[in-house]
């Protein structure tokens, strides 16, 4: 059994202001952490109101109260923006209905203002406690209990406005959503070659418009952080048209809805519309995206990042004594951290008053550095001549190998784009390995990878291959007829064993000896130098799709599920996959499965069933173990169910690595190619050949030099030693794992 730290403790858990996805898995996760840590839980319905209001609007809430909520959005336990709040006997209100149930401790799901509100009460707290005994409505005894409220926040906000995190709860969810407008507009605007101005939201915040713009391949951005200098119209205009010159058939302006210029006054998506259409002479609608952006179901990482927010948040709480200050969870370098409540709702409100007093080489600061790198690289990937004039450009070869991994070919036309603009010539080795040996090298125009961004595969081809000792020789003769000046590899871990050849070859192989750079792309995110890999949230996306549909065709029935992903030894998608569909159990290579643990998990699901569970869902890692295979487990569970259930079984497959890359890989790819690109430049002005691997280390962009890869990794089962998100073990367990009733 778990240690139960929440023992005579109770907690509340409610939502405010603005609804965002992912609210729900923060709630879940929050309700049955603190059943598994022995505390008692109540929700509180319709943010602070149901405070103030008390009665009904305070209900205790068991496992099951949050059940089927994952794949929701919006909050189930309501969201409210209390005026009653914000006066002080509406605050008195609420302390008194919480000491009536004995409530003490807070979780805050909300945004700026929200937290900020919660912070006040926390302060109020002993006056309030000490006005209401005055008043005689509550018991010295009580008041006396309750010295100190004690509180968490988790920032529930589309926006991603807060600073000190990454990512709040429900942006990459609104991401999607606009990703997906864009890429529906772009069809069509490519058909009649037709100009769109899209509105975002973010009035103070930048982050969707220019997050959406690099994913979504479009050609301008208007965002607070950043207004353009006078003379905007005509530079915005002048840059379509070069975009159109060389080969776009469409053209998509972002505008963020708190969009200025210098001066302050307001840039609408109606104005940018008109000053296309009478300068360029095209025709441009405008599409206003609206409240669908915090609609929808949350994306998968909305829910696996809530969850383990919540998990977070409450062990924190429950731990916290009445001398504790309130810290807000967020997500930082894909660890959890917990930031100064107060600094943080003080440092995001800074953020406005930079914008407000025209400081903005500060506010884009504040918005941390990849939001400048991305902005940068956005002006690169919409300049279709070269911006670093280059008398020394290089002959960069971009291509991929290993399995086939979705954000291919983004990264592909990053690289494309990215590099013509530093004054490089990109070839394309078509088909990997085998490829670059036969020289099937070409250059790649600006054009060439037009509306690749969105594209699903790997138009430059790709193989498992890697070269046997015979073919090192031809691949050398290839490199130099072809005058290849460094070789970018995108691909999986064969790829990156390939390359590994040519650097290990380098002292027999002089053509080796230029930059060679490995950039991960595998759903099955088991590279080396890299936390994360590009494919590997699509394939979750996917994953997660198909469990919320697997679960809906049980409905009407008691049913058990043996769902099976990709990952080959990584259980990486397993895990998470599990986490963000709501599985019971998950196994994995990692930990193996033995006979002893299966039975126990047949005998909990047997009594949970005859509890009144209908739903059983657990989730395998293809390579879990080799005897336990997925049918084996599914025909155990069948043999055990004492007919009360039936058990089906689902093998994902190749669907896994299909489709068009999320909006997160999407970002990746750019971002990691981008990176892959300066160093190449940095070893080629150097007169240098260092070989690296990029990747993604927290929330940096790092290199690791190729000479370390093998130390990196487990080769037997090809996967990294270390696996950050292994820690998330324990969050799967206290959110699936309901505690059984003491007998
Ligand atoms: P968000 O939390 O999304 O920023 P709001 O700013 O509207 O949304 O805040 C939501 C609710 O939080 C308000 O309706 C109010 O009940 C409470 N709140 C916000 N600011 C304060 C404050 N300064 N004092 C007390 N309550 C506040």
Redesign the pocket.
């Known amino acids: 059994m778990t240690e139960q730290i929440g023992a005579g403790k109770r907690i509340g858990i409610l939502t ?3 609804d965002a996805q992912g609210m729900n898995a923060a709630v879940r996760a929050v309700v049955r952490t603190a059943i598994s840590l022995g505390a008692e839980v109540y929700a509180v319905f319709e ?3 149901g405070m103030i209001d008390g009665g009904a609007g305070i209900r205790r809430f068991g496992w099951d109260d949050v059940g089927n909520v994952l794949h929701r959005g919006g909050t189930v336990i309501g969201t ?7 006066e002080r006997a509406g ?1 008195r209100a609420a302390a008194r209905n919480l000491l009536a149930n004995g409530i003490d401790r807070l979780v805050v799901i ?9 912070d ?2 926390r302060t109020e707290w002993p006056d309030l406690l000490a006005e209401l005994v005055e008043a005689g409505e509550l018991d010295q005894e009580v008041a006396d209990a309750h010295p100190a409220l004690m509180i968490a926040g988790l920032v ?2 589309i926006d991603n406005d807060l600073v000190g995190t990454d990512m709040t709860i429900g942006a990459d969810s609104a991401l999607h959503r606009i990703v997906d407008a864009i890429d529906d507009l772009a069809s069509t605007a490519a058909s009649h070659q037709r100009s769109f101005v899209v509105e975002v939201m973010g009035r103070h915040c930048g982050y969707l418009a220019l997050m959406a713009a690099v994913a979504g391949g479009c050609d301008y951005v208007l965002i607070p952080e950043d207004p353009p200098e006078a003379g905007w119209e005509e530079r915005m205009c002048a840059e379509l048209a070069r975009g159109r010159a060389a080969g776009r058939r469409d053209s998509i302006v972002v505008v963020a809805e708190g969009a200025t210029d210098r001066e302050g006054n307001a840039i609408t998506s109606e104005q940018v519309r008109q000053i296309i259409e009478q300068r360029l002479g095209e025709d441009t609608r405008v599409t206003i995206l609206g409240h669908v952006q915090r609609g929808g179901r949350p994306s998968a990482f909305d829910r696996w990042c809530s969850t383990w927010l919540g998990y977070e948040a409450v062990r924190a709480l429950l731990a916290a004594d009445p001398g504790s200050e309130g810290h807000v969870f967020g997500i930082r370098g894909n660890r959890v951290a917990a930031v100064p409540l107060m600094d943080a709702v003080r440092n995001t409100r800074e953020v406005s008053h930079l914008i407000d007093a025209g400081d903005y080489t500060a506010a884009m600061a504040a918005r941390g550095q990849s939001f400048g790198v991305m902005a940068q690289l956005l002006r690169e990937l919409t300049e279709p001549s070269r911006i670093t004039v280059n008398e020394a450009g290089k002959r960069i070869g971009i291509m991929h190998a290993g399995g086939l991994a979705p954000g291919m070919n983004t990264a592909a036309r990053a690289a494309v784009r990215l590099g013509i603009s530093r004054g490089h010539t990109m070839l394309g080795v078509r088909d990997g390995f085998p490829g670059l040996r036969d020289g099937r090298i070409t250059e790649l125009a600006w054009a060439d990878v037009e509306a690749w961004t969105a594209d699903g595969g790997a138009n430059l081809g790709l193989r498992r291959t890697i070269p046997g000792i015979e073919e090192l020789y031809p691949i050398g003769r290839q490199l130099e007829n072809h005058q290849v000046d460094a070789l970018l590899m995108i691909g999986g871990w064969n790829g990156y064993q390939a390359m590994y050849r040519l650097h290990d070859e380098r002292d027999r192989y002089p053509a080796f000896r230029i930059p060679l750079m490995c950039v991960p792309a595998s759903i099955d995110n088991n590279l080396p130098g890299s936390e994360l890999a590009i494919g590997a949230d699509t394939a979750l996306n996917v994953i997660v799709e198909a469990i919320d549909r697997i679960k809906q065709s049980a409905a009407a029935t008691r049913r058990s599920f043996v769902v099976e992903t990709m990952g080959r030894y990584c259980g990486y998608l397993a895990l998470m996959g599990g986490l963000a569909g709501g599985s019971e159990r998950v196994y994995l290579h990692e930990e193996g499965i033995t006979l002893a643990q299966l039975n126990r998990d047949i005998e909990w699901l047997r009594r949970s069933f005859a509890r009144g569970r209908s739903l059983f869902l657990a989730v395998r890692n293809e390579r879990a173990n080799e005897e336990y295979t997925t049918d084996v487990i599914a025909r155990m569970l069948r043999a055990e169910s004492g007919g009360v259930y039936d058990v089906r079984q689902s093998v994902l497959g190749h669907q896994q690595q299909g489709g068009s890359p999320s909006p997160f890989d999407r970002l990746m790819a750019t971002r990691l190619v981008g990176h892959a690109l300066d160093k190449i430049a940095e070893q080629l002005d150097a007169g240098a050949d260092g070989s690296y691997l990029v990747g993604l280390t927290g929330s940096r962009v790092k290199d690791v030099p190729m000479g370390d890869m093998m130390s990196l990794m487990n080769t037997t089962v090809r996967r990294p030693h270390d696996q950050w998100w292994l820690r998330l073990r324990e969050v799967v367990t206290a959110v699936s794992d309901e505690p059984e009733p003491q007998s």
């Open positions: 405010s202001g603005g943010g602070y109101q409210f923006r209390s005026k009653d709040f914000r605050r909300g945004g700026d203002g929200s937290l900020s509100g919660l006040l009460f529930g906000s």
